[in-house]
């Protein structure tokens, strides 16, 4: 039986703004954050020879999925037009995160996790 098991994960930031219509506070206005979000990728092996020998996935395999994301949705956009999202919280990028890098066949993904101030965020996973 194998009882091993690697949570690896990738940290990325990106400025953006939204907007939460249905919001009964100030999260209601446009405003902006510095969001930092991570990937995390699950395996219970790691890669045996070559390069990458001893890791679950290289780092920069994982930045190459997310660089379309950053680029032509996340970075200096407006996420609820961006995202297609008409009520972007954390919660909701996360799992939209999740959804893009699992089409895009991500191997391992786990979850995303998403922070948009220092001491708030979401992170969504998928049950099995
Ligand atoms: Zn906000």
Known sequence: MNVDNWLIYKEFR?????????????CRRLHGH???GRIYVQSDRL????????????FGD???YLEPLLA??????YLNETTGLENPTSEAIAQWIFNKLEV????GLQGVEIQET????ARYTKAT
């Open 14 to 26: 990106f400025e953006a703004a939204h907007r939460l219509p249905n919001h009964d506070g100030k």
């Open 34 to 36: 510095s969001w930092v």
């Open 47 to 58: 890669i045996q020879e070559g390069a990458k020998q001893g890791m679950v996935i290289d």
């Open 62 to 64: 994982i930045q190459k």
């Open 72 to 77: 032509k949705f996340l970075d200096h956009y």
């Open 104 to 107: 895009a066949g991500l191997p």
């Open 118 to 121: 220092c001491t708030s965020g």
